[in-house]
């Protein structure tokens, strides 16, 4: 098991598009395009994969507003695998890159998953701007750097 950044694995690209359409229907011409801005700063796609399968995808954006602050997106685990960690230990990886690219504190926003959100430390706070004028209401936990990112390890 392990998380990918899917730009340096364009092949997991076509299954990562039906893994997150089968969450929020979209165009799968959209879906790619988004996918193919991942980067190795921000935006960055991360995908969670076993035996070369797509299991689970994340997105980490920069936030103009708040420089030190990562916003993290669509999470989703693929149906037939929920309820095993995965979502956690997906969750666990991003903030692992997020905080090794600077980032001291990541945001998010969720309608129906607070309760998996709090179960891995996030907590509710202020609505934080994205994308200009677009305020939303935020769940964040800080991910302050350890002895063993700051080495790079
Ligand atoms: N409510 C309460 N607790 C939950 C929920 C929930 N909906 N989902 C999981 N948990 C708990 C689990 O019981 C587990 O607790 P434990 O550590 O005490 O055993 C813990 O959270 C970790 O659960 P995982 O098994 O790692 O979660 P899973 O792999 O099922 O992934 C996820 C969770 C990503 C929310 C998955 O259900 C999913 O893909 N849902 C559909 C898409 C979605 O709604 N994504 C979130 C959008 S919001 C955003 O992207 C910021």
Known sequence: MEVLEIHRYPQ?????????????PRSK????RRLEMSCDSFPTCLVLVCSN???????LSSLPSLPLGCLIESVVVHP?????GLGKFLMTKSEDH????GMETLYLYTKD???FYSKIGYTECEPVQI???????QNS???PLNETDAKGN
């Open 113 to 115: 998953k607070q309760g």
């Open 12 to 24: 997991l690209m076509d299954q990562c598009c039906d893994l997150i359409n089968m969450e929020w």
């Open 131 to 137: 994308y200009g004028q677009h305020v939303l209401g």
């Open 53 to 59: 399968e797509v299991l689970g995808h994340s997105k």
């Open 98 to 101: 997020a905080r090794r690219q």
């Open 80 to 84: 037939e695998h929920r309820g095993k």
């Open 29 to 32: 011409t959209a879906r790619l």
């Open 141 to 143: 936990k800080n991910v």
